[in-house]
DNA sequence: CTCGCTGGATGTGTCGGTGT
DNA sequence: ACACCGACACATCCAGCGAG
């Protein structure tokens, strides 16, 4: 039974739904893409359809709803997921170890939380909410996980997927933690490297006072070295990624350069090459046990541990650099601290800070201006002794 | 123009597992 | 017992930019 009104016409269906439907401006008679429960409802759609006719923004119901999934399938194509993995694939502008540490990122923190969410509609108090579900946990990782974040959402506001980017936390890419580098004086470094295992000796002096990275000098190969003239020359760098080991160009044009060695290097890579013979020019001079590049965990070895066997604690040995720094009394010593030793030691030896710029292979002078800060302290001390010296002096000719 | 800040990139440190 | 791998956590460094 039908209803004529003046615009569609609404029937009430066996079901004792309603069903509306209408002839459009193509002539043609168009269904509701579904039944209403009342005819309240079916009239309000009736309505709706006129006024589109009347505005002239009319297309049948049947396209509309087609556009509606196809919208929707491509708001699903934008989820986070799939967005920032198509990011990453298109940067060909990092490095390798930085695409692992991104893709690490996003797997780790930030697809478990945002992955299925369409990129347009992160908000700012979805990425507050994030960075605040760590609490104080791994505030570097965190830190890390954020920059990527803001590096994909940069991207959706040059895709002009969105306005603004949702990241506004407030240094939220950086971390704060900063551990008091350690600096040993002289006599420390000649007995770390004694302590080291015999094929890392002369690596470890040439890192304390050449000041080399350990991507450095891992990398370093036979023909690097010159030990007539007494310097060695640093073109490479030994990086990590994804499991691969690979050596390539230093991070900064600032980083290929010749460093001097004091002759104690150059004796402990005379002896080195006694007991370790490097014959090929190209041959690596700290390889690992295949020959190939050394790996970092093979020159730290392990800490001191206690393993249980049978109810039993036995206490096991560390070795490597972590025995030799604990021989030293200096269990908290960091192989990098070598290089700030190297910078310290060559400040104390009268190198200005232009100089140790370019012996460390820095591009800017703030870092050796931190270790000119750090002479500075020495240098405080010694006059605080001085003083000390004075003083007793006056006593003893006062008294 | 200098300087300090910060985003982003890249390197180092730790540790359980595994092969020799 | 040692030497190294692999995964993950963490630290450092560079360059660009805006304030003064």
């Not at 579904?34 to 079916?42: C, G, K, L, N, V």
């Amino acid at each position: 039974m039908g209803h004529r009104r003046s615009f569609g016409q609404i029937i009430r269906l066996p079901s004792k739904r309603y069903r509306a439907r209408y002839t459009g401006p193509d002539q043609a008679l168009h269904n509701a893409p579904t039944t209403f429960e009342t005819r309240e409802d079916a009239e309000a759609w009736l309505t709706d359809e006129r006024r589109r006719v009347s505005t002239g923004a009319w297309a049948s119901p049947a396209a509309r709803l087609e556009e509606l999934r196809r919208s929707e399938a491509a708001r699903l194509a934008r989820v986070f997921e799939d967005y920032a993995q198509a990011w990453l694939d298109g940067r060909h502008d990092i490095r390798p170890s930085t695409r692992d540490s991104y893709s690490a990122s996003l797997s780790r923190h930030l697809v478990p939380w945002f992955g299925r969410t369409p990129v347009d509609e992160i908000t700012t108090e979805d990425v507050r909410a994030w960075h605040a579900s760590y609490g104080t946990r791994t505030p570097t990782a965190r830190a890390h996980a954020y920059a990527v974040l803001t590096a994909v959402m940069a991207r959706a506001v040059d895709d002009e997927l969105i306005a603004r980017t949702p990241c506004r936390v407030k240094s939220g890419g950086r971390t704060q933690v900063k551990r008091e580098p350690e600096v040993l004086t002289l006599a420390e470094l000649l007995a770390l490297a004694e302590a080291m295992p015999p094929q890392h000796r002369a690596l470890t002096l040439m890192s304390g006072l050449c000041g080399l990275r350990f991507g450095e000098v891992v990398a370093l190969r036979r023909r690097d070295v010159d030990l007539e003239r007494g310097v060695i020359t640093v073109t490479r760098t030994a990086v990590r990624a994804n499991g691969e080991k690979a050596s390539g160009p230093p991070k900064s044009a600032a980083g290929r350069r010749t460093v001097a060695m004091p002759r104690a290097v150059g004796d402990a890579l005379e002896t080195h090459l006694g007991h370790y013979p490097a014959a090929h020019p190209d041959a690596l001079l700290f390889p690992g046990r295949d020959g190939s590049l050394l790996a970092h965990s093979s020159l730290y070895g392990l800490p001191a541990r206690e393993e249980r066997r049978g109810g039993r604690v036995y206490r096991k040995e560390p070795f490597g650099f972590m025995r030799a720094r604990e021989a030293i009394g200096r269990p908290g010593l960091h192989w990098h601290d070598l290089r700030r030793t190297a910078a310290t030691l060559g400040a104390q030896a009268g190198a200005t800070v232009r100089e140790m710029q370019s012996r460390l292979g820095h591009s800017t002078p703030q870092m050796a201006l931190y270790y000119q800060s750090a002479t500075a302290e020495r240098d405080q001390r010694i006059a605080d002794r001085l003083q000390a010296q004075i003083e007793m002096a006056q006593r003893s000719s006062s008294g």
